[in-house]
């Protein structure tokens, strides 16, 4: 008897069916990496937007309360906003700022709103790259900055230079003289007053001193772009026997211990040591001529092509948008000329802190340009738009948001 045969079942093609599933996993698979693509490239967006708004945020604060004539120029703020968000880009499109709609001036508690947007209504949407296959061909992205003014009595990433402030030089010889009528009054004598507008620095065709030289003459508002000495080379242009303005900031981590070095390198680099208006630091015995040299050069390579640029009071060619941000922009303190350092090592107390943009070394003397005084610390009631010299105290620009 033969056996009895089940019935036979054909098999399915196994292989149809995994290209199938295959291919649906592989879809999925990609749509999430696309998604994924898209949502790195609006981050990135994101992150330039805010890096675009804290940069304008930053200038307009400064424009409005550090650097205008008269701090609380409302349009200055605007105006700068406006040119930073130029200067930078999103998703390699550059960043239009509305100066009315983007950009909010708080006066009275000294601060700048900027807001960065790219958006449908503006028609600046960014674009998408593979959300579009969902139909998402474009996203908005926005973000916001504030930067203010406040006061401040410190600054970090101070130089290791130091120069007498603006006086009343009524014999005009550079030398600070009580005997022959010269006063010092910061707030209406100082660098950064009124008091200099119309001073000029050229008498007969002479040079009429170091720290106020100009081969042109030119009249400038506040001082802001006048050349200044910052460090003489020579002997004859200092106002101390022995001390050629370099002064020794406490040792910062990671720096050179030994003073020569550790001088350069305060020079070339940011030391992270609060520099306090009112305390006493050590001078710098000697001219330093070699760690001087050595140091503002490093500091100069920084951003290396660079110039004043007269006309518009303000520095070309530099790497850093802003030019603001450029490491030569730097901060040096300044003292009261009518109580001058004794020779040697002696301390020697700062009244303010400024900035300068770092020229450069013209025959063995370092020059700078002036910016601005960040303010004016003083030791009891002194003159002011306040009457107590609370509008000349320091102030700092810096982000709250």
């Known amino acids: 008897m033969k056996p009895i045969r089940s019935g036979h079942v054909p098999k399915l093609d196994e292989r149809g069916s995994t290209v199938v599933f295959v291919s649906l996993a592989m879809a999925a698979l990609l749509s999430i990496v696309a998604l994924a693509v898209d949502v790195g490239m609006l981050y990135t967006a994101r992150g330039e937007a805010q890096r675009a708004a804290d940069a304008a945020a930053l200038g307009a604060a400064a424009a409005a309360f550090l650097d205008a004539p008269a701090p609380g120029d409302e349009q200055a703020a605007r105006n700068e906003a406006v040119r930073i968000g130029g200067e930078n880009t999103v998703q390699g499109d550059s960043v239009q700022i509305d100066p009315d709609e983007d950009v909010d001036v708080d006066l009275a508690n000294a601060r700048v709103t900027v807001t960065v947007r790219r958006t449908a209504g503006r028609g600046t949407a960014v674009a998408t790259w593979f959300a579009r296959v969902f139909g998402i061909g474009e996203a908005d992205v926005a973000a916001v900055a504030t930067a203010e003014a406040v006061l401040a009595n410190a600054a970090v990433c101070v130089k290791p230079f130091a120069i007498p402030d603006g006086f009343a030089d ?71 026997s022995s001390w050629f303005f370099p002064w020794d900031i406490p040792q910062a981590t990671g720096a050179p211990i030994t003073g020569a070095d550790r001088y350069r390198w305060n020079i070339a680099n940011c030391n992270p040591n609060p520099i306090i208006k009112g305390e006493p630091y050590q001078v710098e015995t000697g001219n330093m001529e070699g760690p001087t040299r050595q140091g503002v050069l490093d500091l100069i390579d920084e951003d290396p092509n660079t110039t004043w640029d007269l006309a518009g009071d303000s520095v070309a060619g530099s790497l850093y948008r802003p030019w603001k941000a450029s490491p030569r922009v730097v901060t040096i303190p300044l003292f009261d000329p009518s109580t001058p350092v004794n020779p040697g090592k002696k301390p020697v107390i700062f009244n303010n802190l400024t900035d300068f943009y770092l020229e450069g070394i013209y025959n063995g003397d370092v020059w700078g340009r002036f910016l601005y005084a960040s303010g004016i610390i003083f030791s009891g009631a002194a003159p002011g738009p306040g009457g107590d010299g609370s509008g000349n105290q320091a102030k700092v620009v810096h982000l709250v948001q």
């Open 170 to 240: 009524i014999s005009w010889d550079g030398d600070y003289e009580a005997g022959e009528g010269d006063y010092y009054d910061p707030p209406n004598t100082g660098y950064g007053s009124d008091y200099r507008n119309a001073l000029r620095n050229k008498i007969d065709g002479e040079d009429v001193y170091w720290n106020n030289f100009d081969p042109a003459g030119t009249t400038y508002v506040k001082d802001f772009g006048r050349p200044l000495g910052i460090k003489p080379g020579d002997p004859s242009k200092t106002i101390v």
